[in-house]
T-cell receptor
Framework: AQSVAQPEDQVNVAEGNPLTVKCTYS??????LFWYVQYPNRGLQFLLK??????LVKGSYGFEAEFNKSQTSFHLKKPSALVSDSALYFC???????????????FGSGTRLSIRP | NAGVTQTPKFQVLKTGQSMTLQCAQD?????MYWYRQDPGMGLRLIYY???????DKGEVPNGYNVSRLNKREFSLRLESAAPSQTSVYFC??????????????FGQGTRLTVV
């Protein structure tokens, strides 16, 4: 079964510094990976996805993620953190059951990112 | 441009009461999902529906039932609510083709408290 792991419950970064939120995955075939962000009392918003192609994926709000097949990782990064980036971040993988089968999205446990001024 | 709409936004139930959470999407997506979010647990899949007329169990289906009423609507029913079902519930929808796996779009959530 597909799964993702987010090893850090919380990440604290000073504003202006680079940030990394870690994610590792386990899949039986080609990985389809996503990052979502959740602001307080809101639903999840899509940030970026990796399907195939370049290992560095660029997304919304200046975020990017690096896909590393040998390390089975898909870490979220941003060169310069903003206080407004403070939120809960989820890594996810699509469990692809084949075109004619149902597929579902499996989420990690989430990492709370806190950016201090 | 509504996207995914969930009702209600908040609900308090007594143990043993029943209720239905409603979800509708206007993006013509085939797949719809119900998740629950609990502190430290992330999002856990309750049920999902790949297309109209089909539903499948997720990680935590016990105590819930679902209905895919049509392509737009996917409801979640709690027949006899328990305090363990206190959570925030999210509905989501997505679509895909044979070549691309598309991201999911989420509703704003329903905060359910069972006392």
């Amino acid at each position: 079964a597909q799964s993702v792991a987010q090893p850090e419950d919380q990440v604290n970064v000073a504003e202006g510094n680079p940030l990394t939120v870690k994610c590792t995955y386990s899949v039986s075939g080609n990985p389809y990976l996503f990052w979502y962000v959740q602001y307080p009392n809101r639903g999840l918003q899509f940030l970026l996805k990796y399907i195939t192609g370049d290992n560095l994926v660029k997304g919304s709000y200046g975020f990017e993620a690096e896909f590393n097949k040998s390390q089975t990782s898909f870490h979220l990064k941003k060169p310069s953190a903003l206080v407004s980036d403070s939120a809960l971040y989820f890594c996810a993988v699509r469990d692809y059951g084949g075109y004619s089968s149902a597929s579902k999205i499996i989420f990690g446990s989430g990492t709370r990112l806190s950016i201090r001024p | 441009n509504a996207g995914v709409t969930q009702t209600p936004k908040f609900q308090v139930l007594k143990t043993g009461q029943s209720m239905t959470l409603q979800c509708a999407q206007d993006m013509n997506h085939n797949s719809m999902y119900w998740y629950r979010q609990d502190p430290g647990m992330g999002l856990r899949l309750i049920y999902y529906s790949a297309s109209e007329g089909t539903t499948d169990k997720g990680e935590v289906p016990n105590g819930y039932n679902v209905s895919r009423l049509n392509k737009r609507e996917f409801s979640l029913r709690l027949e006899s609510a328990a305090p363990s079902q206190t959570s925030v519930y999210f509905c989501a929808s997505s679509d895909r083709t044979a070549l691309t796996m598309v991201e999911a779009f989420f509703g704003q959530g329903t905060r359910l408290t069972v006392v």
